[in-house]
């Protein structure tokens, strides 16, 4: 789908978009975006700048539960409008240098893009004038195995993000597509799911008389355990 485009060439991706198509060069060698990362989930996030407080605490972070996303089929990638050789060094300091909440040498594996020219940046709306015109903020881009944007998280500058959100918004998703179901609020794995709402007059009165397996609110509000074992 064509990107709208501001006056400074800021695309801004939706949800249900293509993810925008780049080449680029990173910690772990040049990738071809999202084409090397076919059949797998990607988490794209952007942060402001090397060797800056909130994002070490940020990659650590992530740093540390990459296993967790790769367990769900999910990769990490890193962006910054920094060059590779301030990503190296800020990398390499992490590891030598930096305790943080019980975290040290950290290794960070996943790749982290070099994005001086702002190309990547501007084609994913993570630069956003009104907070810096020179520094990305905290996008985190969730792309499935089609290559499809399916949720999109914007945190300023000054706003760490928080981990297990990430993961719980990502295992939702992959739970939503495998079951066909949505999940309510502040759902969390195990929880009980949301019913698509009733598509007929004869489904929602069987619901209303409990003749299905679920818990109604009312004929538009249902929820259901997940049976994982009848799969
Ligand atoms: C930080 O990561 O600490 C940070 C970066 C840019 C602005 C404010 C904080």
């Not at 801004?12 to 989930?41: C, L, S, V």
């Not at 740093?63 to 050789?85: M, P, T, W």
């Not at 499809?148 to 739970?175: C, H, V, W």
Request: with cysteine; net charge negative.
């Amino acid at each position: 789908m064509e990107q709208q485009l501001d006056q400074q060439n800021i695309a801004m991706p939706r949800i249900g978009d293509k993810a925008p198509e780049f080449k680029a060069i990173t910690t772990q060698g040049e990738i071809n975006f999202p084409a090397d990362y076919k059949d797998k989930w990607v988490i794209l996030f952007s942060h402001p700048a090397d060797f800056t407080p909130v994002c070490t605490s940020e990659f650590m972070t992530f740093a540390r539960r990459e296993n967790e996303f790769e367990a769900l089929n999910c990769k990490l990638v890193g962006l910054s409008i920094d060059g590779l050789y301030s990503h190296i060094a800020w990398l390499r300091t992490i590891k030598e240098k930096i305790e943080f909440k019980g975290m040290k040498n950290i290794e960070v594996n996943f790749p982290l893009i070099e994005d001086i020219t702002m190309e990547i940046a501007k084609k994913y709306g993570m630069i956003q004038p009104g907070e810096s015109s020179t520094k990305a903020v905290r996008a985190v881009f969730f792309i499935d195995p089609e290559g499809t944007i399916r949720a999109i998280i914007y945190y300023p500058l000054s706003l760490g993000r928080n981990f297990d959100e990430l993961k719980r918004a990502l295992i939702a998703m992959q739970t939503a597509d495998k079951y066909s179901i949505a999940t309510p609020a502040d759902w969390q794995p195990g929880d009980d799911v949301i019913v698509p709402p009733a598509g007929s007059c004869g489904v929602a009165k069987d619901r209303m008389e409990n003749k299905e397996e679920m818990t109604c609110y009312d004929w538009f509000f249902c929820t259901k355990p997940l049976n994982l074992d009848k799969e």
